[in-house]
């Protein structure tokens, strides 16, 4: 995925590539071959072949031990341009998307307990793009940051998030900064 001109128009797309550096050549894996596509979310946790994050920019990104990709919110494209939180695996074998976190609904706030470092299934990062991104020996999901949008107004995260691979489960990792 990512932006792309046409023209003199920008447009955001959702195809993901392979490059093989031993043949140097790029594989098209999944996504469409058209511009500002919708997601198909389908059911959460279960994998499909119809299944695709939709067309965005500013994602963060992993792969985890067993080669999988993860993606997660961006400003992404479903009937016009929003922020997300939703989070992506895709698996490498099958290639098929599954939704795995986060909300099918643009604009979502954070949902986080009062312990720093509990986990839980109901937790999840609130809708950004542009942050970092970074995975841990455990195989854990780290962002950090990344800018927003509240009641209409754009402001910079900096809270740091962890998502723990083997348990499905989001954990606020550091206190949140309030101004």
């Known amino acids: 995925g990512g932006t792309g001109a046409s023209g003199q128009n920008a447009n955001l797309y959702n195809d993901l590539w392979n490059y093989d550096p031993k043949t140097q050549t790029w594989d098209w894996i999944a996504g469409s071959n058209k511009n500002n596509q919708d997601g198909v979310y389908g059911v959460k946790n279960l994998p499909a072949a119809a ?4 067309a965005r920019y500013g994602t963060y990104s992993w792969t985890d031990k067993s080669g999988n990709f993860w993606l997660f ?13 939703d989070l992506w695996k895709f698996d490498t074998i099958t290639q098929q998307w599954m939704w795995v976190s986060g909300s099918n609904q643009h604009g979502q706030q954070s949902i986080y307990g ?3 470092g509990s986990e ?3 937790y999840t990062p609130g809708a950004r793009f542009g942050g ?5 020996e455990s195989g854990n999901l780290w962002l950090f940051g990344g ?4 009641n209409g107004a754009e402001y910079y995260r900096n809270d740091v998030w962890r998502f723990n691979t083997t ?5 606020l ?7």
């Open 114 to 116: 009062s312990t720093i």
């Open 132 to 136: 970092v991104s970074w995975s841990d």
């Open 120 to 122: 839980s299934s109901g």
């Open 73 to 85: 919110g961006g400003s992404g494209q479903d009937n016009k341009t929003q922020l997300f939180n």
């Open 167 to 171: 348990t499905n489960k989001w954990a």
């Open 147 to 150: 800018d927003s949008i509240n």
């Open 173 to 179: 990792m550091s206190p949140i900064a309030t101004a």
């Open 51 to 54: 299944n695709t994050p939709g």
